[in-house]
């Protein structure tokens, strides 16, 4: 009969506490991230009742499990609002730098401009290879509001699609300029054509250059006197001048208002207008012929074809101003195409061209960016984040790591949305959103309780039925007992 009491008091203990698991999660139904709990029953210690026969004498919680099903998605306007579809937890960091776990993903910015959780815990991610998105390095916390861009200078051209990329047709009908030029002083009747660019130098400054054209007289081969024969190669025919020009108030040592010539080529054509070759000139000072009187001024810069090399961009070397050095910049106006060679298959068309038509810029640009800020982010379903800077440039800030466990549900469960590692639940692993079977990152988004309000109503009353069955069994067992002393009396 005593046992029977025990029995009673061990399920009105059990219910009750049942209840408060149940209550908890029925308050967290609006809570994000929140996993609900599930209360699994055990009986007590198995008694004896005579022969072989044993009954348990009671009831206890075996444990609590932390049931971690998907939650519906709310869709917000926040950009640093995530949600994990699938497996996984993010990964955030204290001020102490203890590592903990959330589901939860209303992330926010610190004073400091850090991505943060709402109670100020760092969110770990990890860096990302620019050129081939990979992920690199160990984690870490990400400033998002200080970035800063650096700026790009133009390249070289050794790199393809950086430098200047000009395509454009020449009139094949235009008429040699009468003016020579003077390199160190250039006006427009020194030349056919001309189309500005923008450069970047090595500190971020908008640097405009002009890239002109001035057709060269066509010259028949040259003779040699012995064989009274055409010397080989000694023909000019189709070929242009062109000239990269810069005012002198962006140079190193320039005059205000003078443009002047800071590299520069030639380029030979077909005749039916194809890019044969692109080749680099060298502005060049003649020197006086021997025996030259005293004072006797020195001839006109000139500009002398540099030997071709295969593979090697045309490039000028700029000394703009405040740069402390000169900056090499490649100009690419086609591939060229040998005319010879009936195995080449290049067309000589995708540059610059000849042909009896006006002169026409395709298209001009350069590669190359002024230093920027952030100005907005977006996080990709990999878990990149995206910045995108007031200069124009967009680059990945980092890529927002994913850890699961082979026992999510054993976490230990710390509040205000946290887990944490424990013996039972193994140790993280931890990878890109979207591999290995982890959740993908969904951004302006937030995941809702997985609590289903009906069952915990359905749990409630049966909490409460049971509990009045065990308090029941209490007061049944009061009144036996009664009764057995009332026998004695």
């Known amino acids: 009969m005593i046992s029977s009491l025990y029995s009673g008091a061990s399920g009105v203990q059990t219910q009750s506490d049942s209840m408060t698991v149940t209550g908890s999660n029925i308050a967290n139904v609006n809570t994000t991230g929140y996993k609900y709990n599930r209360v699994n029953f055990q009986d007590l210690l198995a008694t004896s009742m005579g022969g072989n026969s044993k009954i348990a004498k ?27 579809d699938g497996k996984g937890f993010f990964s955030v960091k204290d001020a102490n730098g203890q590592v903990l776990y959330t589901r939860a993903g209303q992330f926010t910015y610190d ?62 009908n235009s008429e040699v300029p009468k003016i020579a030029v003077d390199y160190d002083n250039v006006r427009s009747e020194m030349y056919n054509y001309s189309t500005s660019v923008t450069v970047y130098d090595n500190k971020g400054n908008e640097r405009n250059i002009q890239i002109a054209f001035r057709k060269i007289p066509d010259r028949p081969p040259q003779v040699d006197p012995a064989t009274n024969q055409p010397i080989p190669n000694t023909e000019i025919k ?13 140079l190193e040592g320039g005059l205000p208002g003078v443009q002047k010539v800071v590299g520069g080529g030639f380029v030979e054509f077909t005749d039916d207008g194809r ?23 020195l001839p006109p810069k000139t500009m002398n074809r540099l030997p071709l090399t295969p593979g090697v961009p045309n490039q000028v070397e700029i000394p703009f101003i405040g740069t402390g050095s000169l ?12 005319p010879d060679d009936p195995q080449d298959q290049r067309t000589g068309m995708d540059g610059i061209t000849q042909f009896a038509s006006d002169f026409k810029v395709h298209s001009v640009g350069a590669d190359g960016m002024k230093s920027g800020a952030i100005e907005s ?43 944490k590692e424990s013996y039972l639940s193994g140790q993280p692993i931890q990878n ?26 359905v749990k409630m009353i049966e909490g409460q039925r049971a509990f009045q069955a065990n308090a029941k069994t209490v007061t049944t067992s009061d009144e036996i007992l009664a009764d057995l002393i009332q026998m004695k009396r």
């Open 327 to 338: 900056q090499t910049i490649g100009i690419a106006m086609g591939l060229g195409k040998n």
């Open 111 to 172: 004073k400091e401009g850090f991505l943060t959780t709402q109670e100020g815990h760092y969110l770990q991610v990890k860096d990302v290879d620019p050129d081939t998105k990979e992920t690199v390095g160990d984690l870490k916390n990400i400033n998002i509001l200080n970035q800063l861009d650096p700026p790009t200078p133009t390249g070289d051209g050794v790199k393809e699609g950086t430098g200047v990329v000009l395509k454009a047709n020449l009139d094949s």
């Open 275 to 297: 890019l044969v070759q692109n080749q680099s000139g060298q502005v060049a000072q003649p020197q006086l012929p021997p025996g030259a009187p005293p004072g006797t001024p």
């Open 58 to 84: 009671g009831v206890k919680i075996g444990n609590i499990q932390n049931i971690q099903t998907q939650g519906a998605f709310q869709v917000t306007e926040m950009e640093t609002d995530v949600a994990i």
């Open 377 to 419: 982010i977006y996080i990709r379903d990999d878990g990149i984040i995206d910045g995108a800077f007031d200069s124009g440039k967009v680059k990945s800030l980092g890529r927002i790591i994913i850890a699961d466990f082979k026992a999510p549900e054993k976490l230990q469960i710390r509040g205000e949305n946290f887990y």
């Open 238 to 250: 189709n070929n242009w001048q062109w000239l990269v020009l810069a005012q002198g108030e962006v």
């Open 432 to 457: 890109d959103p979207g591999t290995a079977g982890l959740g993908s990152i969904h951004s302006k988004s937030l995941e809702n309780s997985n609590v289903e309000l009906s069952t915990e109503f």
